[in-house]
């Protein structure tokens, strides 16, 4: 069984090898993007909810500076949206098929990094694109919150992510960072929520 889990995990890390120079091109613009009916709303706010529940969990090993959980999460991420949209009708739209198809490359990148400040990077792609999805499907289940650290890459650069509690505790500087230590875990702000009932 470990066998086939580590030759799982490497065919992940290849084909995200593979792909990750065609998908480095960020998140798909929601702004510019035509309104979607979605035919059964129900139905895709049921079927992004592991989703969801998969991203917090990737968000707290990156709180906890957690490889092992962090590459976890990612697999069973990478998993779940590529079982969502190939032969779903109502995900045939393009800008949604975009946002998944760049949530799983970017997940499947974060596989491939070895460091953590480069899984972090990849992070912060998933976390803008997962954002764009639920607002452009209009995302209907428990209220989410995007948050946003300011200084998240050399002290400069600002990165979001997603929450499901309006506490901000800081994936990027986390419970372990080699600067701050547990410091900075507060760091950060909330920059949006996503509730549409």
């Not at 309104?35 to 059964?40: D, Q, T, Y």
């Amino acid at each position: 069984m470990r066998i086939i889990s580590i030759l799982i995990l490497c065919f992940i890390c290849f084909s995200a090898c593979n792909q990750g120079a065609e998908n480095k091109e960020g998140s798909a613009s929601v702004e510019n993007a035509p309104a979607e009916k979605i035919e059964n709303q129900s139905a895709m706010d049921s079927s992004l909810n592991p989703v969801i529940a998969e991203y917090l969990v990737l968000k707290d090993g990156f709180v906890e500076a957690d490889t092992i959980a962090v590459n976890r999460a990612a697999v069973n991420l990478v998993s779940y949206i590529d079982s969502l949209y190939p032969d779903d009708d109502t995900l045939s739209a393009t800008p949604v098929r975009s946002l998944f198809t760049n949530i799983s490359a970017e997940s499947k990148g974060l596989l491939g990094e070895s460091d953590l400040n480069e899984k972090r990077k990849s992070f912060s792609m998933v976390s803008e694109n997962l954002h764009d999805l639920l607002t452009l499907v209009k995302y209907r289940g428990n209220k989410i919150y995007q948050q946003t650290c300011p200084m998240a890459f050399n002290d400069t650069e600002a990165a979001t992510w997603l929450s499901n509690s309006p506490e901000v505790v800081n994936p990027y500087l986390g419970k372990k960072h080699p600067k701050y230590a547990a410091g900075m875990l507060h760091c950060g702000e909330v920059t949006d929520s996503i509730i549409n009932r």
